[in-house]
């Protein structure tokens, strides 16, 4: 397993926040690993957040279920947005929050482009592979993070 491949939700997880969840990992190492749901989008929007309500509508995601406080954000436009670590060769996590909410609040970026997130997905050091083993998720290298 590495970063910038996706995990789909078996149906051993229905019934849950993961039900039919797509993932996109975004860090694997000796310490766990850490992903997105990309495919759930969350029942608000960027500009229905009080720090964000002046900008322009705006889709968020629900990213996963720890550190629902924070927004998080992958994106392709590393011209655009500074500071931002490679996860494969074309997406790019995190970097200037301020200068791609500029760039979203000008046009610029668009829904393929950048994928904001409330929350992420977590797991400690060997513990999604114990899951891949147990059936609840398929790993692939597949798949498509923006719209």
């Not at 849950?16 to 690993?33: L, V």
């Not at 889709?59 to 406080?69: A, H, I, K, T």
């Not at 000008?106 to 513990?127: A, M, P, Q, S």
Request: aromatic share 12%.
């Amino acid at each position: 397993m590495k970063a910038g491949q996706f995990l789909h939700a078996s149906s051993l997880l229905d019934e849950s926040i993961f039900e039919q969840a797509i993932i996109f990992i975004t860090e694997h190492n000796d310490k766990g690993a850490m992903g997105f749901i990309v495919n759930k989008q969350f029942s608000r929007g960027l500009t229905e957040l009080e720090e964000f309500k002046h900008g322009i509508p705006f889709p968020l995601y629900e990213g996963g279920p720890v550190d629902q406080e924070h927004l998080f954000f992958v994106h392709q436009r590393p011209d655009l947005i500074p500071d931002g670590s490679a996860i494969t060769e074309k997406v790019y996590y995190g970097g200037d929050f301020k200068t791609a909410v500029a760039h979203i609040n000008t046009r610029v970026l668009t829904g393929h482009d950048i994928k904001i997130f409330i929350g992420y997905c977590g797991w400690d050091n060997e513990e999604l592979e114990a899951e891949i083993a147990e059936g609840s998720w398929k790993l692939t290298d597949a798949g498509e993070i923006f719209d």
